[in-house]
T-cell receptor, first 115, second 115 residues
Framework: GAGVSQSPSNKVTEKGKDVELRCDPI?????LYWYRQSLGQGLEFLIY????????KSGLPSDRFSAERTGGSVSTLTIQRTQQEDSAVYLC?????????????FGSGTRLTVV | AQSVTQPDIHITVSEGASLELRCNYS??????LFWYVQSPGQGLQLLLK??????LVQGIKGFEAEFKRSQSSFNLRKPSVHWSDAAEYFC?????????????FGAGTRLAVHP
C-alpha cells in the first residue's frame, strides 16, 4: 500500500479482555516496528521484525504482550488480559530494511482504551 | 544503553519568533540522530536526520538542527515559527547493534504557537 495502515484506529475494551492490533506495512518493507505512546511518555519501543523474525522483543512490557508477522507483511500485536495501564496509542512503522538511517514510515496508530 | 532527553515538555512561542528545541542523547559512538514531528491526529513525520559529515543539517518545513558532540546535543531550530508548526516534536537516536536496528525516542516537546 501507499502508507502504513493500522486497524482499528480506536479500540475500547474491558479490563481482562484480549485485543489484537493490526499493522499493514508498506509493500516491500522488510522491517516492521511497534511502539507504544502513553500520555506524556514519548514513544516506547516494543518489538521489531526483520521479515517474519523478531530479533529484538526487549521492549514488550510483560508476557501478556506478543506479536507476530506473517508472509513478511502484516503484523499483529496481541495483548492478553488487558489492564488499564495498557491504555495508550500503539504505533507501527515500517522501513525498507532494518537500518535506522533508512528512516521509518509511521502509521496513524491504534488508540487503545481499557475500561 | 542509548537514551534521549528532551528537557522541555512544553514550549510556547509567538508566531514569527525563533525556536530552539533541545535534545541530549547518550550513546557511545557517533550516533544516528533524528527529529520527528507529530501534528494533531497525524502520524509521525521525519523532519531531518544526521549520520555524519556537516554538523548542521537542513530539514523540511524550514527546520535545521546542529549536532554538537562535545555537548551530546542535537537541538532543533527554526528562525521564524508559523502557526502551523504547533505540534509535538520528538528527538530520536539510532540504537541496537551498531546503532542501526531501532530508534529510541525522547519524551517529546509540545510546541504551542500564539498568534
Amino acid at each position: 500500500g501507499a502508507g502504513v495502515s493500522q486497524s482499528p484506529s480506536n479500540k475500547v475494551t474491558e479490563k481482562g479482555k484480549d485485543v489484537e492490533l493490526r499493522c499493514d506495512p508498506i509493500s516491500g518493507h522488510t522491517a516492521l516496528y511497534w511502539y507504544r505512546q502513553s500520555l506524556g511518555q514519548g514513544l516506547e519501543f516494543l518489538i521489531y521484525f526483520q521479515g517474519n523474525s523478531a530479533p529484538d522483543k526487549s521492549g514488550l512490557p510483560s508476557d501478556r504482550f506478543s506479536a507476530e508477522r506473517t508472509g513478511g507483511s502484516v503484523s499483529t500485536l496481541t495483548i492478553q488480559r488487558t489492564q488499564q495501564e495498557d491504555s495508550a496509542v500503539y504505533l507501527c512503522a515500517s522501513s525498507l530494511v532494518v537500518r535506522a538511517n533508512y528512516g521509518y514510515t509511521f502509521g496513524s496508530g491504534t488508540r487503545l482504551t481499557v475500561v | 544503553a542509548q537514551s534521549v532527553t528532551q528537557p522541555d515538555i512544553h514550549i510556547t512561542v509567538s508566531e514569527g519568533a525563533s525556536l530552539e528545541l533541545r535534545c541530549n542523547y547518550s550513546y557511545g559512538a557517533t550516533p544516528y540522530l533524528f527529529w520527528y514531528v507529530q501534528s494533531p491526529g497525524q502520524g509521525l513525520q521525519l523532519l531531518l536526520k544526521y549520520f555524519s559529515g556537516d554538523t548542521l543539517v537542513q530539514g523540511i518545513k524550514g527546520f535545521e538542527a546542529e549536532f554538537k558532540r562535545s555537548q551530546s546535543s542535537f537541538n532543533l531550530r527554526k528562525p521564524s515559527v508559523h502557526w502551523s508548526d504547533a505540534a509535538e516534536y520528538f528527538c530520536a537516536v539510532g540504537a541496537g547493534s551498531g546503532g542501526y536496528n531501532k530508534l529510541i525516542f525522547g519524551a517529546g516537546t509540545r510546541l504551542a504557537v500564539h498568534p
